[in-house]
């Protein structure tokens, strides 16, 4: 089981991204998949994440600036982040979650938010 984030880069205070993941190696449709992140010196955090009923939870710092989606076809997760601040800055990993032992995660994506 594979997940390959893209996306991240480096975006100006106000600037938008688009994260992308997408899985390999089993069928994700019944997972829930979710972005985390962790800046320096922080703990992670979930930012966002889909039930496979599409339900959708989000960390209050990006309600509003950030959604989630899933595309099950293409066995991916998306995180659309509009309204970037300086301190969404860190490494967004790609999860997914059916059971405590089928818990994957992606190799993280930088995320810099600077002026």
């Known amino acids: 089981v594979q997940l390959v984030e893209s996306g991240g880069g480096l975006v100006q205070p106000g600037g938008s991204l688009r994260l992308s993941c997408v899985a390999s190696?089993?069928?994700?449709?019944?997972?829930?998949l979710g972005w985390y992140r962790q800046a320096p010196g922080k703990q992670r955090e979930l930012v966002a994440d889909i039930t496979s009923v599409n339900n959708i939870n989000y960390a209050d710092t990006v309600k509003g600036r950030f959604t989630i989606s899933r595309d099950n076809g293409w066995n991916a997760v998306y995180l659309q982040m509009n309204s970037l601040k300086p301190e969404d800055t860190a490494v967004y990993y790609c999860?997914?979650?059916?059971?405590?032992?089928?818990?994957?995660w992606g190799q993280g994506t930088q995320v810099t938010v600077s002026s």
């Open positions: 999860n997914a979650k059916l059971s405590r032992l089928l818990d994957y």
């Open positions: 190696g089993t069928i994700f449709s019944m997972y829930t």
